[in-house]
Nanobody, 116 residues
Framework: QVQLVESGGGYVQAGESLTLSCTGSGFRFSSNVLYWYRQGPGKERERVGLMNGDGSNTKYADFVNGRFTISRDNAKRTTYLHMTDLQPEDAGVYYC?????????WGPGTQVIVSS
């Protein structure tokens, strides 16, 4: 079955960096678009960005403003979200997402806490 598992969340001070990872299994990883979403306390889940299968195309939400970078290593079946200059408003649970055979799949999420 399809599984996505995020890791790398934690506690950081404002201005610091953090890299999240998401490892996938049960689908054709190298051909799938992978998405990163986040959900802050009391907020709706919002898309952070995405990367296509071969890594040639990425898109980011406006709030990223050049601070985050998505990458992937298809040999390791892993996508990464490298975040810099984190601010308190970036705190929340970060999720990895993909679609396979018409169904959406989500990881359980990894929490990011940013202290001012």
């Amino acid at each position: 079955q399809v599984q996505l598992v995020e890791s790398g969340g934690g506690y950081v001070q404002a201005g610091e960096s953090l890299t999240l990872s998401c490892t996938g299994s049960g689908f054709r990883f190298s051909s799938n678009v992978l998405y990163w979403y986040r959900q802050g306390p009391g907020k709706e889940r919002e898309r952070v960005g995405l990367m296509n299968g071969d890594g040639s195309n990425t898109k980011y939400a406006d709030f990223v403003n050049g601070r985050f970078t998505i990458s992937r290593d298809n040999a390791k079946r892993t996508t990464y979200l490298h975040m810099t200059d984190l601010q308190p408003e970036d705190a929340g649970v970060y999720y990895c997402h993909t679609n396979w055979l018409g169904f959406p799949y989500w990881g359980p999420g990894t929490q990011v806490i940013v202290s001012s």
